[in-house]
């Protein structure tokens, strides 16, 4: 990808090259293990996901990244050294969760603050702009929205023209509209060739603004790889139908099936094969409100992580795997 800018200052740019690189890395709290034997490269210019519901292990992996937190086991590499020494030349930009405002400063105040604390930074209109805020730059920050003031932590993260640009869950804030600018100017900086990390519990927002998900699940990565690699992968179809309080016990064993899950009285099997599959179930009689359908996004998320149950775990004990479009 080719790097253009607009800004003031000599940006450096990253033609190529790795971005991010954790090694093994293990994190645990107490007995909570956080984040357990991560490997994880991501190359300079790409905009990754990490996608996985609550306590997946996305905000430990990004304290880490970011230098926040040290690994217990393993090493995270940014551009080849240490996350602090990226951080300390300015070549990374963070938007965490949580982040106080300041007050008494305007917005315009605190992000050329910011800015002026970076050895290229982005010239401060211009990210006020980026960030949707040229209304609010004479604004106080801290008599903001939520959603707003979460503008301002993206400006912030944005001002010193980061080559790698960390957000963890940046629109958890957003009302729909937000969101929609929010995402507008992320891959507007990303087309710039900038490497864009982020955290989201949203499925859509994954598939729809990165290159690459890495779905995590009990700090581990389950899947990596393009929305519809992920789809293929833990995908397939889903063959549904009414149970009617027909036993599921012989469900598990038909044809081409590789996940059973009960919703009510409703069974959906996941199938590599659904001829097959419908035709086993038509000699069982089990046919009353048949479908069959390709696997949404959503279904391989519930196949991957182990938040559906399924009662044949479809890839229980399979090393995640690695596959691109
Ligand atoms: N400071 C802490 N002390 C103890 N346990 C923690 C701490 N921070 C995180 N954990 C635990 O570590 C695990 C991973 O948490 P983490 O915050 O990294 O997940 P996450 O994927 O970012 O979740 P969320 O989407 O809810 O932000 C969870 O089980 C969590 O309860």
């Keep these: 990808m080719t790097a253009t800018t607009g800004t003031t200052g000599a940006p450096p740019t990253t033609a190529g090259g790795t971005a991010v690189e954790f090694s093994g890395v293990t994190r645990s709290y107490g007995a909570v293990r956080a984040v357990d034997g991560l490997a994880l490269t991501i190359a300079a210019g790409e905009t990754v996901a990490l996608l996985g519901r609550n306590g997946a292990g996305k905000s430990t992996t990004l304290s880490m990244l970011l ?92 001002a010193g023209n980061p080559e790698l640009l960390v957000l963890d869950e940046p629109t958890a804030a957003l009302d729909v509209e937000a969101r929609r600018a929010f995402w507008r100017s992320m891959r507007a900086y990303a087309r710039r060739g900038h490497t864009i990390v982020f955290s989201t519990h949203y499925l859509e927002e994954a598939d729809e603004h990165a290159d690459r998900i890495v779905v995590m699940d009990g700090g581990r990565v389950v899947a990596d790889g393009s929305g519809a690699a992920i ?83 479809a890839a229980a004990g399979t090393p995640a795997t690695k596959e691109h479009a």
């Excluded at 080849?80 to 007050?103: C, F, H, N, S, Y």
């Design 67 to 158: 230098g926040l937190l040290p690994p217990d086991e393993g090493t995270v590499a940014l551009f080849g050294g240490t996350p602090e020494a990226a951080v300390r030349a300015g070549r990374v930009g963070a938007m965490l969760q949580d982040g106080k405002a300041v007050p008494r400063v305007t917005v315009r105040e605190l992000v050329a603050f910011v800015a002026a604390c970076y050895p290229h930074p982005m010239d401060v209109s211009e990210t006020l702009e980026l960030a949707g805020l040229g209304e609010f730059a004479g604004r106080r920050v801290d008599r903001l929205s939520g959603g707003q003031a979460q503008r301002v932590r993206f400006a912030v993260a944005l």
């Design 231 to 313: 789809k293929r992968r833990a995908g397939g179809t889903v063959v549904s139908f009414d149970l009617a309080g027909a036993p599921t016990g012989p469900l598990p064993g038909l044809p081409g099936v590789s996940a059973v899950e009960v919703r009510g009285d409703r069974a959906l099997l996941r199938t590599a094969d659904s001829d097959a599959t419908v035709v086993a179930l038509a000699g069982l009689g089990l046919v009353r409100g048949l479908q069959v359908s390709p696997a949404s996004l959503e279904d391989a998320f519930l196949t991957l992580t182990s938040a559906a149950a399924p009662l044949a775990p």
